[in-house]
């Protein structure tokens, strides 16, 4: 180990140059989405359809470049929100002033703020409720069912890869004392601007399926607005009774210190469409197990409540260039089976006390496409075990 303190000092800046750069490339993506979006949804179209024959443009006309523009005027509306999501990010974020020192966005990154819209729709409209309570709603009263509502306000609940906040918002609305973690700026500074800057429920409207053309129904469901939030969390604190928080970084640095004290522990946890965006499961379950509080005896109320698939996020990134040498973390990937995954939660010290599987659910999806992905989902209460001496 390196003790120059000059060389810790590098160490320290470099670390916090990469997430300046981090977050200011995030903010950059919220502010080019509008620019981006027409020059990759609506103007190549444009230019295809003046590339038809004469015919094939009058029978179109005006049908279809009417249609084009109304995705014009939704993009423009999608990006003044985001532009006021942004600004209010780079204050709450204390963001560089001087924004010729942010960092360029990404292709990917642009892309992510599509996607956050979508999850906007999901998580904080009213049109999605349905699909909100097959997951949420199910962890919730799986929760419920545990603990007596006298007992709730000494309740902790941890809410890891906690997104936009709604599941760990309506946690706390239960009476639990509720905590919310993410490791994403895009959901970050997303949901910082829904719960604590939102100022009435329905405030805003965002246009989230004017991203794909295929399986559309009808020009008018494709172009529809929805309105957001359906809750307003920043003028109902009664609700909350104040027990709500949110954490930003990495689950497992956060919460996975071996030196964690009986203050860091929680009495339950809830991961919701979680497990499979990790590199190895296996971490998940060691620092799940760690942070949940300790328990003595086999009738003390410590659970681990989980729903979502396994579409493993890291698949694809697999690094097989190089067997023999040094595994890249970056890329490395472990994709359980859902028979292994249970087992391995077992013997990692939890007792699975109940198990549903093939829930048929939707990730943010648009009810009125003519098709959508639509996943089996695993859902389980795991109950945490004493340890063996």
Not at 181 to 205: G, P, Q
Request: glycine share 6%.
């Amino acid at each position: 180990m390196n003790g120059d303190p000059n060389f810790r000092d590098q160490v320290t800046e470099s670390a916090e140059v990469l997430e300046r750069n981090a977050l200011t490339s995030t903010l950059n993506s919220f502010l080019v989405y509008g620019k981006a979006a027409h020059a990759n949804l609506t103007r190549p179209r444009f230019k295809a359809f003046y590339s038809l024959s004469p015919a094939h443009q009058g029978l179109l006309q005006p049908s279809y470049t009417e249609h084009l523009d109304q995705i014009d005027k939704a993009i423009d509306s999608n990006a003044s929100f985001l532009r006021l999501v942004a600004q209010y990010g780079a204050n709450e974020f204390e963001a560089p002033q001087d924004m010729r020192e942010w960092e360029g966005a990404t292709a990917f990154q642009v892309d992510q703020t599509r996607s956050t819209i979508k999850q906007i729709y999901r998580d904080w409209s009213s049109e999605a409720a349905s699909e909100r309570d097959i997951c949420y709603g199910r962890v919730i009263r799986a929760l419920n069912n545990i603990y007596d509502p006298g007992n709730r306000a000494s309740t902790k609940v941890l809410i890891p890869g906690a997104g936009l906040g709604r599941l760990a918002y309506d946690v706390a609305c239960e009476g639990y004392v509720s905590q919310g973690n993410e490791f994403s700026y895009h959901m970050l500074i997303v949901s910082n601007f829904i719960l604590n800057l939102t100022t009435k429920v329905d405030e805003f409207a965002i246009y989230p399926f004017i991203h794909t053309f295929s399986h559309t129904s009808t020009a008018s469901n494709q172009v529809r607005q929805v309105t957001i939030p359906d809750r307003c969390p920043s003028t109902s604190g009664s609700e909350t009774g104040g027990n709500f928080s949110f954490t930003a970084g990495s689950f497992t640095d956060i919460y996975g210190r071996p030196d964690a004290g009986p203050e860091d522990k929680w009495d339950a946890i809830l991961t919701v469409f979680f497990l499979d965006t990790a590199h190895n499961v296996l971490d998940y379950i060691d620092v799940i197990r760690r942070t949940l509080k300790d328990v003595s005896s086999s009738d003390e109320d410590v659970y681990w409540i989980n729903f979502g698939p396994l579409l493993y996020h890291f698949e694809d990134e697999q690094n097989l260039s190089d067997i023999g040498g040094a595994a890249n973390q970056d890329k490395l990937s472990i994709e359980l089976p859902l028979d292994i995954l249970v087992s391995m939660v077992e013997r990692c010290g939890f007792s699975v006390e109940v198990l549903e599987t093939g829930i048929t659910s939707t990730y943010a999806a648009d009810e009125k496409a003519m098709g959508k992905w639509v996943f089996e989902s695993v859902f389980w209460v795991a109950r945490k075990l004493p340890a063996v001496a």
